[in-house]
């Protein structure tokens, strides 16, 4: 009996199915001034792309004797005084090269604000001319925190992007739940057209157009930071990292119209409740406590061929705290959740995908350090079919 109930508890913990990880380092004898994103250029293979927050964006590539090259630079175009300010996320155009189009979400001072730019322009060097810059949004920031943000296409050929509740604490304007603000929500755009109004058109089918005062970019609320978000290539499910306030970190798959509750819950409890139908939010995947960690870091799905025992396997981690988890989703629906923290462990400041669909990482030895590497994510060897 007590055998038995032993085996049980083991498998609730070890959730068979999910291999453990290793982490080995993706570009050997590269470092980074604080990166904050790691992304595959398409079409290119021997290469990734590496954001720092301080306005450069790298061509790094894998072969250690090729030198980077810079592909953006926008230092002394943006701000970087709050520590959540900066060069905060690009996107390519999912038809890149051909259309040469860098999508850019970064911080700007006087007035505080964030910016989403295109840039369209290349210089006879191969890297982007920032005279040439088409701003498509700005969005006013109270305070220097929580900005998001992500920007990145979805399988539907739109543009999303994730913006933070504004900044201070506990989300003092009540940004998350209000419609009428940008702030603390996932937004959704077409960019492939210039509107009358806007140099971007609004889907037809995002959920709030018909809604009286509310910003038609909206395609999910009561969102406090959601600093990374990602689509599973293959489902389409878009994965969110949800940064919480006093307790709760969480992690929430976004979906058309969905409100997240911030700021009347954190994670799935009570915040600022003022009552009415807990029904109307939608609860998180996973959350976890202050006694794991302190700022989630939302990460991304494997779905390459090299390691068919991660595949699915939704892979994200804690900057506070160096943990890092990977979520699968049963053929039920039910959600099953491993630590695969390694003995050597790192913090996370953002998860992406190399051209062979491995998992990277941008690594930092501790948090808030100023150097960072790229890392890459494997089944840890011997331990494929795990425990
Ligand atoms: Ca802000
Ligand atoms: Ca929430």
């Not at 604080?34 to 061509?59: H, I, K, Y």
């Not at 909206?218 to 290539?233: E, K, Y």
């Not at 025992?309 to 979520?327: H, T």
């Amino acid at each position: 009996m007590i055998v038995s109930t032993i085996l049980v508890c083991l498998v609730c913990i070890e959730s068979p199915g999910i291999p453990a990880i290793s982490i080995e380092p993706a570009l050997p004898g590269r470092s980074f001034r604080e990166p904050v994103q790691v992304l595959s250029m398409p079409g290119t293979s021997d290469a990734v792309t590496v954001v720092e927050r301080g306005g450069r964006v790298l061509n790094a590539p894998f072969d250690p004797a090729s030198e980077q090259t810079i592909l953006l630079d926008l230092r002394g175009r943006l701000t970087t005084r709050n520590s959540e300010e900066g060069l905060l996320s690009i996107a390519f155009h999912p038809k890149w090269p051909e259309s040469p189009h860098l999508y850019v979400y970064r911080s700007r001072k006087s007035p505080r604000r964030t910016v989403l730019s295109r840039f369209s322009s290349m210089k006879p060097d191969g890297s982007i001319d920032v005279e040439k810059e088409e701003v498509l949004l700005e969005i006013e920031q109270p305070w220097g925190n929580h900005n998001g943000g992500t920007v990145l296409f979805g399988p539907d050929g739109m543009l999303y992007l994730s913006v933070g509740d504004g900044g201070a604490a506990n989300d003092p304007h009540g940004a998350g739940q209000r419609l009428d603000t940008l702030l603390g929500k996932v937004l959704r755009l077409d960019v492939s057209a210039v509107g009358e109004q806007r140099p971007y058109t609004i889907p037809a089918d995002n959920p709030f157009t018909e809604t009286e005062g509310a910003r038609p970019e909206i395609w999910a609320t009561g969102l406090r930071n959601v600093w990374r978000m990602s689509f599973d290539p293959k489902t389409g499910a878009l994965w969110a990292g949800d940064v919480g306030q006093n307790a709760w970190e969480e992690v929430d798959i976004i979906k058309r119209g969905g409100n997240y509750g911030w700021n009347e819950r954190e994670g799935s409890h009570p915040f600022q409740p003022t009552g009415g139908d807990a029904g109307r939010f939608i609860e998180p995947v996973f959350e976890y406590g202050r006694n794991l960690g302190g700022s989630i870091t939302g990460g991304s799905v494997y779905r390459g061929d090299l390691y068919p025992s991660m595949d699915g396997l939704y892979i994200f981690g804690d900057y506070m705290s160096g943990r890092l988890w990977a979520i699968q989703q049963n053929a039920d629906g039910a959600f099953q959740t491993r630590d695969i923290t390694p003995k050597d462990r790192r913090f996370p400041s953002s998860f992406g995908v190399a051209p062979d669909g491995t998992i990277l990482m941008c690594a930092f030895s501790g948090p808030y350090q100023r150097t960072g590497r790229i890392v890459r994510l494997v089944p840890r060897a011997g331990s494929d079919i795990s425990p």
